[in-house]
């Protein structure tokens, strides 16, 4: 979206993340290169660190938290009359959104998905909603959704034109053998949906 504002009209599109509990957390700033995919560098007056959900320390990719040894003004006091939701979002001395994120050498941040959305395979965290939006950008997909199998990700997509399949697969295999160490992809033809066409890929991590 942000390429296709760029050609229309000439206008860098500068998103970021904050949440309903706090302003403006990450952002691209005036000033700074938008990197494609990526929200953005913390913000000025917040200290946000990516904490893993299972070992609870700070890395490279994990939860999107709130340093408390730091609390931001911008952060929330607290839910009102909720005091166990107050205590699962503080605990461990982070405040925790609830979202998943990765970060780079840079300090660039790019969304993953929601905790409660994130799956696992072959150990590692995938968003059904980046796998998504890799795909509907090409021209020949209506719809996709995503899921995990044990050692792969599924992917239904519903394309417009069956001519395009093996560019979907080779789209898909393209995209992911950057950060996952994908082997190879399997495609399915499957009965039409209305005026569109279901196929099935299967893209397998180790």
């Not at 080779?170 to 160490?181: G, I, R």
Request: hydrophobic fraction near 35%; include cysteine.
């Amino acid at each position: 979206m942000i390429e296709q504002v760029r050609k229309a009209w000439g206008i860098t599109v500068r998103d970021g993340f904050g949440q309903t509990e706090t302003t403006a957390q990450v952002g691209n700033t005036p000033g700074q290169q938008v990197r494609p995919g990526s929200m953005g560098r913390t913000l000025p007056g917040y200290s946000v660190v990516l904490v893993d959900p299972v070992s609870g320390e700070p890395g490279p990719d994990g939860e999107i938290c709130l340093d408390l040894s730091r609390r931001p003004l911008g952060l929330m006091t607290g839910y009102l009359d909720d005091p166990v939701l107050d205590a699962e979002a503080m605990r461990g001395g982070y405040y925790h959104t609830g979202d998943v994120a990765t970060s780079d050498s840079d300090g660039y941040i790019t969304y993953v998905g929601r905790t409660d959305d994130v799956f696992k395979a072959a150990d590692y965290r995938i968003s059904p909603f980046e796998l998504e939006s890799v795909l509907i950008e090409h021209e020949a997909v209506a719809e996709a959704a995503g899921g995990s199998l044990a050692q792969a990700v599924k992917m239904n997509v519903y394309l417009t034109d069956l001519a395009h399949f093996a560019k979907v697969n080779e789209v898909m295999a393209t995209y992911f053998a950057k950060p996952y160490p994908a082997r190879s992809t399997i495609g399915v033809a499957s009965l039409p949906r209305g005026a569109q066409i279901e196929i099935e890929c299967v893209l397998y991590l180790g």
